[in-house]
């Protein structure tokens, strides 16, 4: 069961766990930023369902749902403007912004 949180110190109570405990669910809990964070999930499938889905509720078969998930997903990671990188395409921004590592004396 997914818990959205509310007040975090209500969340973190001994009161509300021993309730969690009383009713057989279990308490989960990550620092923002972690692989435990889910806001970072749920952003991108919503970016996903949006541009991807659009107005259809499914693919008419498997392959199909692959293909068009790999030719969405090479785009999302080489073709579309993110803000993170000034919006500018996360290949441009690389070029753009590449380490340069000094030469070894």
Not at 5 to 23: F, G, K
Not at 35 to 59: G, M
Request: charged share 25%; glycine share 2%; net charge positive.
């Amino acid at each position: 069961m997914l818990h959205r949180l509310v007040e975090p110190a209500v969340y973190t109570s001994r009161a509300y766990a021993r309730l969690c405990d009383e009713l057989g669910v279990t308490q989960s809990m990550g620092a923002v930023g972690s692989s435990a964070d889910n806001a970072l999930a749920e952003s991108f499938n919503a970016t996903l369902k949006r541009e991807v889905l659009q107005d259809a509720r499914s693919w008419p078969d498997e392959p199909t749902c692959r293909r068009e998930l790999f030719r969405w997903l090479t785009r999302y990671n080489t073709r579309r403007r993110h803000s993170w990188c000034r919006y500018q395409t996360p290949n441009s921004y690389e070029k753009a912004h590449a380490a340069t590592v000094p030469a070894a004396a």
